[in-house]
């Protein structure tokens, strides 16, 4: 498993003329597509894009989580005027139609995460375009590959009920590839099922000649994998992931034939999986075997069992793993035991050069690193670090920060990774700020706080990530830091003031409401327009809302204030307070509240932002006063309780 090399920790530098154009085009598509009368977008006539442009596109809807749907496809299935070499595509609604306009560009990489429209129609129109294909990765989408070759529907109870079906799902088996792709070296096909039919694997493999690198993580099949030896049918591979793949344990004497095999991942999350019948002699026949290992991972299993399970040591020699001993001149470059059974990354003698595990910062941040594409194995990762926090024993912050944030990019929809990666950076930041780290500039906060707003919406319902967001965003120094995602921080902040309004949810709709408050007296001009409207009616909901439990408190007054601030020299805004019967709204709160004079003071600065027009004079009789004659509390009163 290759480790991921992305950082956040970018120089404070403005983006690339590439970027701010292509963005541009993207929420502009007017200016480089035509919309047919389907809804599908259609390249100008006599434009040209060439490839950086076009995979720039891509990116940057990647990086804003739009939507790559079949209309936006439709632009590149002008094979000539637009150029693709790879494609990364995720959480997309795109189909098998859509694909098709991508797929004809004869692509060299293509990486499909979590498509769930498409079917085994979009393997076909890859079959149709692979001639230049180096690398295939399928994550969460594995229904673009067919789950059985039987010549039988396997959820039919009549052998002879559906001919046509039975042509269909047997076709690969006559034709004698399922992908066909002589030159691709790089697959990965995560949590693939088979109902049935046992010859899939060997006519999968048969048919990749030149594969050197596969990844069948999670791989499983209803009538057994056959001691893995289809995998037999690739003899040039270097490396091999079988990551919670359970038929590792019987597959000893096929494992021991890939002699080319470089890096070899038979690590579990599954106890169950992990639990090897004689793991010493398993792992001394895998390293006796493989003279090319340079990387193994066991992590999760009992394979590094420890020398009681033996009878004690007797070779003399210094390595605390029976199965490795003859590695200690030799030591690998990596070594994966990452909540391995015995504690074995606590040892001390271990021959190799890194090593993951559970044990110290350095291995639970070398997981870390190299387990980032494996959601479950990342919360415990996370879990790690945040007990190590809070014993206040990190030391590499800049790394476990760079984890984190990465981690909840990754996997935003993951609540388990949200919750443990937010309070992370709850308790991690403050030490940012404080040692003024040079890396941690504008660059830096923008990106974080983007994809912790990005978890906030996500996630609108979770109570504890409400919590944990608003707190962490409390971190970063308020207004400036916030005020470059002033609209986005806005809109999900209205959103708690209004939806987390509960008694259990007290802290979380007060904390939103400050902080709203905060920043919409440090904004002016367009910015206090283009959010007024929004601010204005969430506040007032939230005023009806306490009046009807008769409740005055901080989340009251705050509201108040938040519209004094808004309401000041914008009278769009002050008209909107007008129309939304703010007025009536004063005259209960006034009535129920007579005595909370912060209150009352914050009303009496929205009023004295509004524009008193005829109209609010007509129904009003005590606005005949204005309010440059209040000097203290106690005219203050005595104009807003009349003269009984």
Known sequence: MAQQNKTIWVENSPLSLLKLTTKYCIKHKEVFTEKLPCGSLKL??????????????????????????????????????SKLRQLTICNSSVT???????????????????CVKLTTQTLEFINECSDNLLSL?????????????????????????????????????????????????????????????????NVLCKALPNLSHLDLSGLMHSQGLQNLKFLLNCPNLVSLILHNVKEVKAALNTLCQMKKVEHLDISQFDELYGDFDQPSEFLEEI????????????????????????????????????????????????????KTHHEASRRQHIPALVISGNSSEEQILVAGRRYHDRPMILENVLDDLMVMIRQE????????????VLSMERYCKEKKVQRYASAILYYLLPLLTQN????????????????????????????????????????????????????????????????H?????????????????????????????????????????????????????????????????????????SERFLDQHGMELFLQCKETFPNRLDLLRSMMGVLGNVELGQRAVNNIEMWKKRQDQLNDEENLILLLEGQN
Request: glycine residues 4%; negative net charge; aromatic residues 8%.
């Open 501 to 573: 309004s509960g008694e259990d949810d007290s802290y979380i709709q007060r904390a939103a409401v400050y902080l709203l408050n905060g920043l919409v007296c440090h904004v002016d001009g367009e910015q206090k327009k283009a959010m007024g409207i929004k601010i204005i009616d969430t506040m007032l909901r939230i005023v009806r809302n306490k009046l009807d439990w008769k409740l005055c408190d901080d989340v009251m007054e705050t509201a108040w204030s938040a519209m004094w601030n808004v309401t000041d020299e914008t009278p769009a805004n």
């Open 393 to 404: 024993t990190c030391k590499n912050l800049e790394e476990v920060v760079d984890i984190t």
């Open 44 to 81: 100008l006539d006599s434009l040209y894009l060439p490839l950086e442009i076009c995979e720039s596109l891509f990116e940057i809807c990647q990086e804003e989580h739009l939507d790559i749907d079949d209309n936006f496809t439709n632009i590149f299935a002008d094979f000539q005027n």
């Open 137 to 201: 990765s399928i994550d969460n989408t594995f229904q673009i590959f067919p789950d059985y070759l039987s010549t039988a529907n396997p959820d039919s109870e009549d052998e002879f009920e559906d001919d046509d079906q039975e042509v269909i799902e047997n076709i690969y088996e006559k034709r004698h590839y399922i992908l066909k792709a002589p030159r691709l070296k790089n697959l990965c096909i995560k949590d693939l099922y088979i109902v049935q039919g046992r010859n899939y694997f």
């Open 96 to 114: 098998d139609n859509g694909m098709r306009c991508l797929l004809g560009h004869n692509l060299k990489k293509i990486s499909i995460t979590n």
């Open 287 to 338: 390293i006796d075997n493989l003279p090319a290992l340079k990387s193994l991972d066991i992590s999760g299993t009992n394979l590094a069992a420890d020398y009681s399970n033996i009878g004690g040591r007797c070779d003399g020699k210094q390595c605390d793993i029976p199965g490795l001993s003859r590695r200690i001149e030799n030591p690998l470059d990596f070594l994966g035991l990452y």
């Open 436 to 499: 003024k780290y040079m890396v941690f500039n504008v660059s830096v906060k923008q990106k974080m706080m983007g994809v912790l707003l990005d978890t906030m919406v996500e996630h609108k319902e979770d109570t504890i990530l409400m919590r944990n967001g608003c707190m962490v965003l409390w971190q970063f120094q308020v207004p400036q830091d916030l005020l470059c995602l002033y609209e986005r921080v806005v809109d999900i902040l209205l959103y708690i003031g209004e939806h």
